[in-house]
């Protein structure tokens, strides 16, 4: 069965700390998507990525294929940053599955 | 310029009512997607189009029929809405109907049936 597991599922810090959300997924994967969404409610799509690491800015995203886990991180985090996180991935069926989300609260 | 544009943005109606939402992309996209956000803001695919033909459909109520007359447009029409319609529907595009290319949202349609 195909699914994916995100932790936690509410965070909270104060402005400048090391952010880290996890997604752990079931079976083998072709590429897994971090997506954002604020609480105007728009989702953004921040990572692709089926290998390695990726940044971008202050955000980095790694994956470890032989764990099927992947991390976002947010360096030097700020109250902007407060979103909901989400991973999805691709499956190889067509379709993404998406994780319940992580709320990320930073407090000034 | 908005890439991925739904309309409305908010739907409030009555139950046994249809109602439509529209989707367009300006990015050239070939692969568009519905998606239904519930009110524990998960998010699951409902439908999901390639060049104007479907690709997926989830187990979804026929009395969701979406609709592609190009490649640029994916609409969703509902039938006979029930109160658990009621939800934030997504449109979404990508290039690659293969799950690993980037996506790109609508801001969402909020549809609250009474």
């Given at each position: 069965k195909n699914e994916v597991e995100q932790s936690p599922q509410n965070l909270t810090a104060q402005e400048g700390e090391f952010i880290t959300i996890n997604c752990s997924y079931s079976v083998g994967i072709s590429a897994l998507h971090w997506l954002q969404q604020h609480p105007g409610g728009g989702?953004?799509?921040?990572?692709?990525?089926?290998?390695?690491?990726?940044?971008?800015?202050?955000?980095?995203?790694?994956?470890?294929?032989?764990?099927?886990?992947?991390?976002?991180?947010i360096t030097a985090s700020h109250p902007r940053d407060s979103?909901?996180?989400?991973?999805?991935?691709?499956f190889g069926n067509e379709?993404?599955?998406?994780?319940?989300?992580t709320r990320l609260t930073i407090i000034p | 310029?908005?890439?991925v544009s739904q309309t409305p943005k908010y739907l409030v109606t009555q139950m046994g009512n249809d109602k439509s939402i529209k989707c367009e992309q300006n990015l050239g996209h070939d692969t568009m997607y519905w998606y239904k956000q519930d009110s524990k803001?998960?998010?699951?695919?409902?439908?999901?189009?390639?060049n104007k033909e479907l690709?997926?459909?989830?187990?979804?109520?026929?009395?969701?029929?979406?609709?592609?007359?190009?490649?640029?447009?994916?609409?969703?029409?509902?039938?006979?809405l029930e109160l658990g319609d009621s939800a934030v529907y997504f449109c979404a595009s990508t290039y690659s109907s293969q799950g690993n290319g980037e996506l790109f949202f609508g801001e969402g349609s909020r549809l609250t049936v009474l």
């Open positions: 989702i953004v799509s921040l990572f692709m990525l089926s290998s390695g690491k990726k940044k971008h800015g202050r955000l980095i995203a790694t994956i470890n294929i032989q764990e099927k886990h992947s991390s976002l991180h979103a909901v996180y989400i991973c999805a991935a691709y379709k993404l599955t998406f994780g319940t989300g | 310029d908005t890439a803001k998960f998010l699951k695919i409902m439908f999901s189009y390639n690709i997926i459909n989830e187990t979804v109520p026929n009395r969701f029929s979406p609709k592609s007359p190009d490649k640029a447009h994916l609409n969703l029409h509902i039938n006979s």
